[in-house]
Protein backbone atom coordinates (compact mmCIF):
# COMPACT_ATOMS: atom_id res chain seq x y z
CA UNK A 1 0.00 0.00 0.00
CA UNK A 2 0.94 3.56 -0.49
CA UNK A 3 0.05 6.36 1.31
CA UNK A 4 -0.16 10.25 -0.08
CA UNK A 5 0.77 12.26 3.10
CA UNK A 6 0.36 16.27 2.61
CA UNK A 7 2.82 17.98 5.11
CA UNK A 8 2.39 21.56 3.20
CA UNK A 9 1.40 22.83 6.65
CA UNK A 10 5.08 22.42 7.41
CA UNK A 11 6.28 24.96 4.87
CA UNK A 12 6.11 28.19 7.10
CA UNK A 13 8.51 26.71 9.83
CA UNK A 14 6.23 27.49 12.45
CA UNK A 15 4.92 25.63 15.23
CA UNK A 16 1.21 26.45 16.03
CA UNK A 17 -1.04 23.56 17.08
CA UNK A 18 -1.26 21.82 13.13
CA UNK A 19 2.31 21.75 12.83
CA UNK A 20 3.19 20.32 16.09
CA UNK A 21 0.29 17.40 15.04
CA UNK A 22 1.72 16.39 11.61
CA UNK A 23 5.21 16.82 13.25
CA UNK A 24 4.74 14.83 16.01
CA UNK A 25 2.11 12.25 14.04
CA UNK A 26 4.94 11.83 11.47
CA UNK A 27 7.38 11.08 14.00
CA UNK A 28 5.68 7.98 15.36
CA UNK A 29 3.33 7.06 12.61
CA UNK A 30 6.09 6.68 9.54
CA UNK A 31 7.69 3.95 11.09
CA UNK A 32 5.13 1.87 12.45
CA UNK A 33 4.55 -0.33 9.61
CA UNK A 34 7.62 -0.38 7.32
CA UNK A 35 5.41 -2.32 4.56
CA UNK A 36 3.78 0.54 3.89
CA UNK A 37 5.15 3.14 1.50
CA UNK A 38 4.51 6.67 2.30
CA UNK A 39 4.95 9.81 -0.29
CA UNK A 40 5.07 13.25 1.22
CA UNK A 41 3.69 15.88 -1.30
CA UNK A 42 5.42 19.05 -0.03
CA UNK A 43 4.85 22.15 -1.93
CA UNK A 44 5.57 25.92 -2.06
CA UNK A 45 7.87 28.44 -4.06
CA UNK A 46 9.37 29.01 -1.27
CA UNK A 47 9.40 27.12 2.17
CA UNK A 48 11.23 25.90 5.32
CA UNK A 49 13.74 23.46 5.11
CA UNK A 50 13.15 20.53 6.44
CA UNK A 51 15.12 18.28 8.73
CA UNK A 52 13.12 15.41 10.71
CA UNK A 53 14.40 11.92 11.26
CA UNK A 54 11.07 10.52 9.73
CA UNK A 55 12.97 11.93 6.03
CA UNK A 56 15.34 9.10 6.28
CA UNK A 57 12.92 6.19 6.53
CA UNK A 58 13.10 3.64 3.81
CA UNK A 59 9.83 3.24 3.42
CA UNK A 60 9.57 7.29 2.94
CA UNK A 61 9.99 9.76 -0.35
CA UNK A 62 10.24 13.51 -0.38
CA UNK A 63 8.09 14.32 -3.03
CA UNK A 64 8.88 18.19 -3.29
CA UNK A 65 7.05 20.72 -5.64
CA UNK A 66 7.56 24.57 -5.99
CA UNK A 67 4.68 25.68 -7.84
CA UNK A 68 3.45 28.81 -6.09
CA UNK A 69 0.63 28.41 -3.94
CA UNK A 70 -1.30 31.23 -4.81
CA UNK A 71 -2.01 29.55 -8.22
CA UNK A 72 -2.18 26.04 -6.83
CA UNK A 73 -5.02 26.88 -4.47
CA UNK A 74 -7.10 28.95 -7.00
CA UNK A 75 -6.50 25.71 -9.30
CA UNK A 76 -7.34 23.39 -6.20
CA UNK A 77 -10.24 25.29 -5.30
CA UNK A 78 -12.10 26.30 -8.91
CA UNK A 79 -10.24 23.61 -11.33
CA UNK A 80 -9.84 20.86 -8.92
CA UNK A 81 -6.44 20.71 -10.58
CA UNK A 82 -3.64 19.64 -10.52
CA UNK A 83 -4.56 15.92 -9.24
CA UNK A 84 -2.03 15.44 -6.48
CA UNK A 85 -2.34 11.47 -6.84
CA UNK A 86 -1.00 12.11 -10.19
CA UNK A 87 1.64 14.46 -9.31
CA UNK A 88 2.86 11.81 -6.64
CA UNK A 89 2.25 9.29 -9.79
CA UNK A 90 0.57 6.77 -8.14
CA UNK A 91 -0.59 6.41 -4.65
CA UNK A 92 -4.29 4.26 -2.93
CA UNK A 93 -5.03 6.93 -0.45
CA UNK A 94 -3.95 10.78 0.46
CA UNK A 95 -3.90 11.20 3.89
CA UNK A 96 -4.15 15.12 4.47
CA UNK A 97 -3.09 16.31 8.82
CA UNK A 98 -5.57 19.65 7.83
CA UNK A 99 -7.98 20.93 5.26
CA UNK A 100 -5.67 22.31 2.55
CA UNK A 101 -7.69 21.93 -0.64
CA UNK A 102 -6.62 18.84 -2.35
CA UNK A 103 -7.43 17.11 -5.66
CA UNK A 104 -7.75 13.98 -6.48
CA UNK A 105 -8.54 11.40 -9.10
CA UNK A 106 -12.21 9.90 -8.52
CA UNK A 107 -10.46 6.55 -7.43
CA UNK A 108 -8.14 8.23 -4.82
CA UNK A 109 -9.54 8.07 -0.99
CA UNK A 110 -9.12 10.94 1.06
CA UNK A 111 -8.44 11.10 5.08
CA UNK A 112 -8.88 15.14 6.28
CA UNK A 113 -7.69 15.67 9.57
CA UNK A 114 -9.65 18.93 11.06
CA UNK A 115 -8.84 20.55 14.21
CA UNK A 116 -11.11 22.93 14.43
CA UNK A 117 -14.03 25.19 12.70
CA UNK A 118 -12.54 28.82 14.90
CA UNK A 119 -13.19 30.40 11.60
CA UNK A 120 -17.29 29.49 11.48
CA UNK A 121 -17.76 29.77 14.75
CA UNK A 122 -15.97 33.22 15.44
CA UNK A 123 -15.17 35.02 12.44
CA UNK A 124 -14.24 38.18 14.33
CA UNK A 125 -11.37 36.96 15.50
CA UNK A 126 -9.35 36.74 12.25
CA UNK A 127 -8.08 39.07 10.26
CA UNK A 128 -9.56 40.20 6.53
CA UNK A 129 -6.83 38.26 4.41
CA UNK A 130 -7.29 35.31 7.06
CA UNK A 131 -11.20 35.46 6.47
CA UNK A 132 -10.65 35.92 2.89
CA UNK A 133 -8.44 33.20 2.73
CA UNK A 134 -10.98 30.59 3.99
CA UNK A 135 -13.62 31.59 2.37
CA UNK A 136 -12.39 31.84 -1.26
CA UNK A 137 -9.51 29.42 -1.17
CA UNK A 138 -9.87 26.88 1.55
CA UNK A 139 -13.35 25.63 1.32
CA UNK A 140 -13.38 23.69 4.01
CA UNK A 141 -16.62 22.58 4.04
CA UNK A 142 -15.96 21.03 0.36
CA UNK A 143 -12.78 19.39 2.05
CA UNK A 144 -15.09 17.38 4.19
CA UNK A 145 -17.72 16.98 2.04
CA UNK A 146 -15.61 14.75 -0.43
CA UNK A 147 -13.25 13.56 2.47
CA UNK A 148 -13.85 9.52 3.19
CA UNK A 149 -13.21 9.58 6.11
CA UNK A 150 -12.31 12.30 8.99
CA UNK A 151 -10.21 12.42 11.53
CA UNK A 152 -11.59 15.01 14.55
CA UNK A 153 -8.55 15.46 17.25
CA UNK A 154 -11.89 16.29 19.35
CA UNK A 155 -15.17 15.47 20.15
CA UNK A 156 -15.93 19.36 20.29
CA UNK A 157 -14.51 19.47 16.42
CA UNK A 158 -16.72 16.51 15.78
CA UNK A 159 -19.81 18.18 16.82
CA UNK A 160 -19.17 21.19 14.90
CA UNK A 161 -18.66 19.42 11.80
CA UNK A 162 -21.88 17.70 12.22
CA UNK A 163 -23.69 20.97 13.35
CA UNK A 164 -22.32 23.48 10.55
CA UNK A 165 -21.48 21.28 7.86
CA UNK A 166 -24.09 18.29 7.91
CA UNK A 167 -21.42 15.34 8.06
CA UNK A 168 -22.89 12.46 9.19
CA UNK A 169 -21.30 11.75 12.07
CA UNK A 170 -20.05 7.32 11.03
CA UNK A 171 -18.07 9.73 9.03
CA UNK A 172 -15.82 11.25 11.21
CA UNK A 173 -13.66 9.33 13.99
CA UNK A 174 -12.24 11.32 17.35
CA UNK A 175 -8.94 10.68 17.46
CA UNK A 176 -6.99 12.86 20.30
CA UNK A 177 -3.87 14.29 19.31
CA UNK A 178 -0.63 13.32 22.22
CA UNK A 179 2.08 15.61 23.92
CA UNK A 180 5.80 14.88 24.07
CA UNK A 181 7.56 13.11 26.75
CA UNK A 182 9.29 16.27 27.26
CA UNK A 183 6.73 17.39 29.22
CA UNK A 184 7.35 16.59 33.04
CA UNK A 185 8.37 18.00 36.21
CA UNK A 186 11.45 19.01 36.41
CA UNK A 187 13.95 20.15 39.57
CA UNK A 188 12.43 21.44 42.65
CA UNK A 189 9.00 19.92 40.66
CA UNK A 190 10.33 16.08 40.28
CA UNK A 191 9.87 14.25 42.74
CA UNK A 192 10.05 11.10 41.52
CA UNK A 193 12.49 8.75 42.43
CA UNK A 194 13.46 6.81 39.96
CA UNK A 195 14.34 10.11 37.99
CA UNK A 196 14.49 12.32 40.49
CA UNK A 197 18.31 13.26 39.95
CA UNK A 198 18.23 12.57 36.08
CA UNK A 199 15.78 15.55 36.07
CA UNK A 200 17.04 17.71 38.83
CA UNK A 201 20.43 17.58 36.90
CA UNK A 202 18.32 19.37 34.03
CA UNK A 203 17.97 21.94 37.03
CA UNK A 204 20.33 24.48 35.75
CA UNK A 205 18.97 24.90 32.43
CA UNK A 206 15.77 26.59 34.27
CA UNK A 207 18.01 29.03 35.12
CA UNK A 208 19.62 29.74 31.84
CA UNK A 209 15.83 30.16 30.10
CA UNK A 210 14.84 31.87 32.55
CA UNK A 211 17.59 34.29 32.01
CA UNK A 212 17.10 33.99 28.08
CA UNK A 213 14.10 35.50 28.24
CA UNK A 214 14.18 37.17 31.17
CA UNK A 215 11.54 35.94 33.07
CA UNK A 216 10.56 37.11 36.47
CA UNK A 217 10.55 35.38 39.87
CA UNK A 218 6.96 34.36 40.51
CA UNK A 219 4.62 34.64 37.57
CA UNK A 220 1.96 33.58 36.36
CA UNK A 221 1.90 31.78 32.68
CA UNK A 222 0.12 31.74 29.15
CA UNK A 223 1.72 30.35 26.42
CA UNK A 224 0.40 30.29 22.96
CA UNK A 225 -0.52 32.55 19.64
CA UNK A 226 -1.00 36.60 20.82
CA UNK A 227 -4.40 36.75 18.87
CA UNK A 228 -8.22 37.80 20.30
CA UNK A 229 -9.39 34.43 20.48
CA UNK A 230 -7.07 33.68 22.86
CA UNK A 231 -8.79 35.93 25.48
CA UNK A 232 -5.65 37.64 26.53
CA UNK A 233 -7.18 41.20 27.00
CA UNK A 234 -9.45 39.28 29.53
CA UNK A 235 -6.47 37.46 31.13
CA UNK A 236 -4.32 40.99 31.27
CA UNK A 237 -7.49 42.69 33.15
CA UNK A 238 -8.09 39.64 35.20
CA UNK A 239 -4.45 40.02 36.30
CA UNK A 240 -5.08 44.31 36.93
CA UNK A 241 -7.74 42.79 39.88
CA UNK A 242 -5.19 40.22 41.31
CA UNK A 243 -2.01 42.35 41.72
CA UNK A 244 -4.46 44.29 44.05
CA UNK A 245 -3.85 41.16 46.56
CA UNK A 246 -0.97 39.35 45.22
CA UNK A 247 2.96 40.14 44.59
CA UNK A 248 2.64 38.06 41.44
CA UNK A 249 4.41 38.83 37.63
CA UNK A 250 2.47 37.90 33.96
CA UNK A 251 4.18 36.57 31.97
CA UNK A 252 2.88 36.38 28.19
CA UNK A 253 4.80 33.65 25.93
CA UNK A 254 4.27 33.26 22.29
CA UNK A 255 4.63 34.60 18.73
CA UNK A 256 2.31 37.12 17.33
CA UNK A 257 -1.01 35.84 15.34
CA UNK A 258 -3.49 38.50 13.82
CA UNK A 259 -5.27 40.92 15.17
CA UNK A 260 -2.59 41.53 17.64
CA UNK A 261 -2.44 45.15 18.40
CA UNK A 262 -5.60 45.64 21.15
CA UNK A 263 -3.85 42.93 23.28
CA UNK A 264 0.04 44.82 23.20
CA UNK A 265 -2.23 48.28 24.33
CA UNK A 266 -3.71 47.08 26.80
CA UNK A 267 -0.87 45.72 28.41
CA UNK A 268 1.26 48.90 27.77
CA UNK A 269 -1.68 51.30 29.16
CA UNK A 270 -2.49 48.93 32.07
CA UNK A 271 -1.46 50.14 35.72
CA UNK A 272 0.43 46.86 35.85
CA UNK A 273 2.40 47.70 32.72
CA UNK A 274 5.67 46.59 34.43
CA UNK A 275 4.77 43.61 36.25
CA UNK A 276 3.34 42.31 32.44
CA UNK A 277 5.89 39.99 30.13
CA UNK A 278 6.34 39.39 26.90
CA UNK A 279 8.71 36.67 25.44
CA UNK A 280 7.79 36.67 22.33
CA UNK A 281 8.65 33.47 19.92
CA UNK A 282 9.86 30.38 22.28
CA UNK A 283 11.85 28.13 21.11
CA UNK A 284 10.84 24.27 20.92
CA UNK A 285 13.56 23.13 23.24
CA UNK A 286 12.82 25.72 25.97
CA UNK A 287 9.44 25.23 26.76
CA UNK A 288 9.09 22.84 29.16
CA UNK A 289 11.74 24.98 31.24
CA UNK A 290 9.40 27.24 30.62
CA UNK A 291 6.35 25.33 32.14
CA UNK A 292 8.20 24.26 35.30
CA UNK A 293 9.09 28.02 36.24
CA UNK A 294 5.44 28.99 36.50
CA UNK A 295 3.20 29.05 39.52
CA UNK A 296 0.18 28.77 37.43
CA UNK A 297 -0.54 28.27 33.91
CA UNK A 298 -4.02 30.29 32.49
CA UNK A 299 -5.70 29.51 29.25
CA UNK A 300 -9.20 31.45 29.05
CA UNK A 301 -9.51 31.02 25.34
CA UNK A 302 -12.79 31.28 23.61
CA UNK A 303 -12.45 28.49 21.74
CA UNK A 304 -10.09 25.86 20.94
CA UNK A 305 -10.19 22.73 18.94
CA UNK A 306 -7.73 20.58 20.88
CA UNK A 307 -5.48 23.24 22.93
CA UNK A 308 -2.01 21.27 23.55
CA UNK A 309 -0.59 23.96 25.84
CA UNK A 310 -2.65 23.16 28.70
CA UNK A 311 -1.96 19.49 28.85
CA UNK A 312 1.77 20.37 28.31
CA UNK A 313 1.60 22.35 31.34
CA UNK A 314 -0.01 19.89 33.30
CA UNK A 315 2.10 17.56 32.47
CA UNK A 316 4.92 19.58 33.82
CA UNK A 317 3.45 19.79 37.33
CA UNK A 318 2.01 23.35 37.26
CA UNK A 319 -1.44 23.98 38.38
CA UNK A 320 -3.33 25.01 35.79
CA UNK A 321 -6.93 27.06 34.79
CA UNK A 322 -8.60 26.93 31.87
CA UNK A 323 -11.95 28.05 29.98
CA UNK A 324 -15.02 25.92 30.24
CA UNK A 325 -15.74 26.12 26.45
CA UNK A 326 -15.63 23.95 23.22
CA UNK A 327 -13.01 21.30 23.67
CA UNK A 328 -11.08 22.22 26.60
CA UNK A 329 -13.27 20.85 29.35
CA UNK A 330 -13.04 16.80 27.79
CA UNK A 331 -9.01 17.17 27.31
CA UNK A 332 -7.81 18.60 30.57
CA UNK A 333 -10.66 16.42 32.60
CA UNK A 334 -10.66 17.12 36.67
CA UNK A 335 -6.91 18.03 35.71
CA UNK A 336 -7.79 21.84 35.63
CA UNK A 337 -9.59 24.28 37.12
CA UNK A 338 -12.49 26.04 34.87
CA UNK A 339 -14.15 28.77 34.57
CA UNK A 340 -16.46 31.09 32.41
CA UNK A 341 -13.72 33.37 29.77
CA UNK A 342 -16.08 36.32 29.48
CA UNK A 343 -16.33 36.86 33.42
CA UNK A 344 -12.88 38.62 34.40
CA UNK A 345 -13.92 38.55 38.00
CA UNK A 346 -13.87 34.63 38.14
CA UNK A 347 -11.06 34.22 36.53
CA UNK A 348 -9.38 36.58 39.16
CA UNK A 349 -10.51 34.56 41.95
CA UNK A 350 -9.70 31.43 40.11
CA UNK A 351 -6.09 33.04 40.12
CA UNK A 352 -6.09 33.88 43.73
CA UNK A 353 -7.15 30.73 45.15
CA UNK A 354 -4.67 28.60 43.30
CA UNK A 355 -1.94 30.72 44.93
CA UNK A 356 -2.96 31.02 47.82
CA UNK A 357 -4.71 27.05 48.50
CA UNK A 358 -1.76 25.32 48.89
CA UNK A 359 -4.37 22.20 49.09
CA UNK A 360 -6.13 22.80 46.28
CA UNK A 361 -2.67 23.71 44.25
CA UNK A 362 -1.08 19.67 45.43
CA UNK A 363 -4.65 18.27 43.73
CA UNK A 364 -4.52 20.00 40.50
CA UNK A 365 -1.17 19.03 40.57
CA UNK A 366 -1.65 15.38 40.70
CA UNK A 367 -4.65 15.17 38.64
CA UNK A 368 -3.06 17.68 36.06
CA UNK A 369 -0.40 15.07 35.32
CA UNK A 370 -2.38 12.37 35.63
CA UNK A 371 -4.82 13.41 33.35
CA UNK A 372 -1.79 14.17 30.91
CA UNK A 373 -0.66 10.84 30.89
CA UNK A 374 -3.89 9.83 28.69
CA UNK A 375 -1.91 11.47 25.44
CA UNK A 376 0.63 9.82 23.80
CA UNK A 377 1.54 10.14 20.12
CA UNK A 378 2.33 6.82 19.62
CA UNK A 379 -1.69 6.12 20.65
CA UNK A 380 -2.43 8.65 18.30
CA UNK A 381 -0.52 7.18 15.75
CA UNK A 382 -1.89 4.02 15.68
CA UNK A 383 -5.16 4.96 15.44
CA UNK A 384 -4.50 7.09 13.12
CA UNK A 385 -2.93 4.09 11.33
CA UNK A 386 -6.11 1.78 11.90
CA UNK A 387 -8.25 4.51 10.03
CA UNK A 388 -5.76 4.80 7.03
CA UNK A 389 -5.55 1.26 6.66
CA UNK A 390 -9.46 0.35 7.11
CA UNK A 391 -10.15 2.75 4.18
CA UNK A 392 -7.81 1.20 2.01
CA UNK A 393 -9.40 -2.46 3.03
CA UNK A 394 -13.02 -0.56 2.54
CA UNK A 395 -11.90 0.39 -1.35
CA UNK A 396 -10.41 -2.89 -2.13
Keep these: MTIGLDIRVLSRGARTGVEEYTINL ?30 NLKNVQLKDFKIPNRFFFVGARYLQRPKIDRLLKGIDLYFNPHFFAAPLSADCRKIVTFHDLSFE ?36 TKNDLIDLYGIKPGKIRVIYSGIGEQFRPIGKRSNMRSEAPKLRSLAPKLTAVRKKY ?9 FGTIEPRKNIIGLIKAFELLKRKRPVNLVIAGAKGWLDKDIFKTANQSKQARDIFFTGFIEEVDKPYLYNLAELFVYPSF ?46 WAME ?16 ISQAKKFSWQKCARQTLKVLTRSYEDRS
Design 26 to 55: LNHLLPLEPKISFKLFYNAYRKASLDYPWL
Design 121 to 156: RYPQFFSWRKRGWQRFLMDAQQEAVQADKIIAVSQS
Design 214 to 222: NLPDRFILY
Design 303 to 348: FEGFGFPPLEAMACGVPTIVSNVSSLPEVVGRGALMIDPYHIDELA
Design 353 to 368: TVLTDNMLKEKLIEKG
